[in-house]
């Protein structure tokens, strides 16, 4: 069974933002693009930079170090959307005001 942690709340997240957030031993970025919560791992693959901490922009998050651009939904590289580099995904749900994402299924317990 899914075991979802919570995160942040309602209102943590501004739109057009994200926010880092310690995930079961993984650090995971967590956006909210016009009005939906969306998570993926924060590390960009080239270099290890924050996505979190990165420009949004039309359903992208430009790495902060070399501007990479990577989708907050699907996790696609998006310069280079035939190639398989992607950033892993997290489902996200919202219950009352908390924000949770799924824990990855090896670190659920």
Known sequence: MAE???VARVGDI??????AYELGGRMVAVF???GAYSAI???CPHMG???A???VE???VYCPWHAWRFCVHSGTWLDNPKSSLRQPTYNVRVVDDQIQVE??????V
């Open 58 to 60: 039309d359903g992208g």
């Open 103 to 108: 824990l990855p299924a090896e670190t659920a």
């Open 32 to 34: 909210l693009v016009k």
């Open 49 to 51: 930079a924050s996505l």
């Open 4 to 6: 979802f942690q919570t």
């Open 41 to 43: 791992l924060d590390a």
């Open 53 to 55: 901490s990165g420009f």
């Open 14 to 19: 501004p739109e057009g933002e994200g926010r």
